[in-house]
């Protein structure tokens, strides 16, 4: 059994920059893969980057290449995710996920995924 508790989302002018945090209780959290995903109003959920178990593989999805990094620290059972040169588009509650299948597979679909964080709301403005 995995919680995740996401926090740091917030209001940012378009340019700005936030980091949002996924603290996940449960000893096994290192053998799973993160992911954060995210569903703007009147939206489907979509796929924003995946990190390995042990955080040695990264992906993103292109409209976030270049601008926002995941990490993460299984000392601290903790995934990062830092958002720079925020956009308007970007706005969107953001969810943590953690699931036992690879980085890879997650970052192409969400479906199927068991363990989620109940969000964090960004909002950019212009």
């Known amino acids: 059994q995995v919680q995740l508790v996401e926090s740091g989302g917030g209001l940012v002018q378009a340019g700005g920059s936030l980091r949002l945090s996924c603290v996940a209780s449960?000893?096994?959290?290192?053998?799973?893969?993160v992911g954060w995903f995210r569903q703007a109003p009147g939206k489907e959920r979509e796929s924003v980057a995946t990190?390995?178990?042990?955080?040695?593989?990264?992906y993103y999805v292109d409209s976030v290449k270049g601008r926002f990094t995941i990490s993460r620290d299984n000392t601290k059972n903790t995934v990062y995710l830092q958002m720079n040169s925020l956009k308007p588009e970007d706005t969107a509650v953001y969810y943590c996920?953690?699931?036992?299948?690879?980085?890879?597979?997650?970052?192409?679909?969400?479906?199927?995924?068991?363990?989620w964080g109940k969000g964090t709301q960004v909002t950019v403005s212009s």
């Open positions: 449960g000893r096994t959290f290192s053998t799973y893969a």
């Open positions: 990190i390995s178990a042990s955080g040695g593989r990264t």
């Open positions: 996920a953690a699931d036992s299948r690879p980085a890879y597979t997650i970052i192409n679909s969400a479906r199927g995924i068991i363990y």
